[in-house]
């Protein structure tokens, strides 16, 4: 079987659209999908004023999750390129997809769980232009709500995505947190879990994908706080 990478499922759940310690059970709640998905507007948050130089995509890649912060087993992977994401259907959730003309990547990292099935996970870090990182979250959540279903169709077949809510602690300055189930043309099936993060003037993006066992809540939250607290260090 090929191997199913982020970057297979990255472009239904793209970047562009868009990363402690402690007893998470006393954590404010990431922001997410309602769980029955309809167009929906959630309460305004504080914006963060951010008085600070700008990351620098040097600082950016320093910031980087390393294989040390991974689970026991993984390795360093190729940030895999997600290609074009064929035509989308319904029209409206093209914006879902694409979009590298809306942000400015700073550093990306990709890290693998096992073979073919995985559980894979990459990392981006990068600056959104036209809005401050948490209005791209509210964007992000307000698209993804009216897009509960959608399908891709390129030379391979149709692919098929389905968003749902995820529970997750509320880290850096914002989080919004989405499950997508994706049904490849070829009939395979995977969980992508994806975190969007505001910290500072930019946004972390956390992509894990599986097709068999994947990260578990508790080990997803443990790499999203490490990688939250790079970040802060260097923003």
Do not use: H
């Amino acid at each position: 079987m090929a191997r199913l990478t982020v970057g297979s499922a990255a472009f239904l759940l793209c970047s562009s659209l868009a990363a402690c310690g402690g007893d998470s059970t006393a954590d404010e709640r990431a922001d997410t999908l309602p769980e029955a998905i309809t167009s929906s507007a959630v309460s305004p948050q504080a914006e963060t004023v951010v008085e600070e130089t700008p990351l620098t995509a040097v600082k950016a890649r320093k910031a980087l999750l390393s294989v040390q912060d991974m689970p026991t087993g993984w390795s360093s992977d190729e940030v895999s390129d997600s290609g074009s994401s064929g035509t989308i259907s319904p029209a409206k959730c093209a914006k879902m997809t694409g979009g590298a003309k809306n942000l400015t990547s700073l550093a990306t990292a990709a890290f693998s769980g096992g073979g073919s099935l995985g559980p894979s996970l990459e990392q981006e870090i990068y600056r959104p232009k036209g809005e401050s990182p948490s209005e791209r979250l509210q964007s992000v959540r307000d698209v993804m709500a009216d897009c509960g279903s959608y399908t891709a169709k390129d030379s391979s077949g149709t692919n098929t995505m389905k968003l749902s809510s995820l529970s997750f602690p509320d880290l850096g300055d914002g989080t919004l947190a989405v499950r997508g189930k994706l049904t490849t043309a070829s009939g395979i099936t995977a969980t992508d879990d994806v975190l969007y993060i505001a910290v500072g003037d930019v946004i972390l993006r956390i992509d894990s994908i599986s097709i068999a066992d994947g990260l578990s809540g508790e080990d997803l939250e443990s790499i999203a706080r490490a990688a939250v607290n790079k970040l802060e260090k260097a923003v």
